[in-house]
């Protein structure tokens, strides 16, 4: 028997990134403020973990349409952040969300990527590396994220 591995503070860290099974839609955190307002962080996968994964511009392009066109289905969006391991994306809401709740504003901002004519701020001004960017190369994983549209919920293989 091998000893569990010690509880880490980030919940990604205690997640077996061997056992899932991507594209999927799972929820990472969720935080209650002292307020009582609620934070809820989603893990989008786009490629399986340690198999492959999104080209460095097309990471970044994603990042920029989806941070721009999410907001267009809602108006929880506080964070779309590319992981580094480039095989997806945390988006960070506000408020108690469900992935059953989310996966339509998702798709629905996914779709409108899909008819984008350009990736947005990618420019100098707007942008730490305004070139380094594709369009293409986001549509494209975009689609093929839509594809499996039915399997973002199952987040585990078998
Ligand atoms: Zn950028």
Known sequence: MTEP???????S???????????????????ELPGGDVLT???VRFTQPNLSH?????????????????????????????????????????GDHTAEGFAPVLEAGLRDLLEAAEVPAANEVQCGWGAHHSLEGAQRAAREFLAQR?????????
């Open 54 to 94: 999104l080209d460095s511009e097309t990471v970044h392009s994603l990042e920029h349409l989806m941070a721009e066109l999410l907001r267009d289905h809602t108006a929880d969006v506080l964070d779309v952040s590319p992981m580094g391991c480039r095989t997806g994306f945390y988006v960070l809401l506000f």
């Open 5 to 11: 591995a010690p509880r880490m503070n980030v919940e």
């Open 150 to 158: 039915d399997q973002w919920e199952q987040v585990t293989a078998g």
């Open 41 to 43: 962080k989603f893990d």
């Open 13 to 31: 860290f205690n997640l077996d990134h061997r056992t899932v099974a991507a594209p999927y839609l799972r929820i990472a955190d969720r935080k």
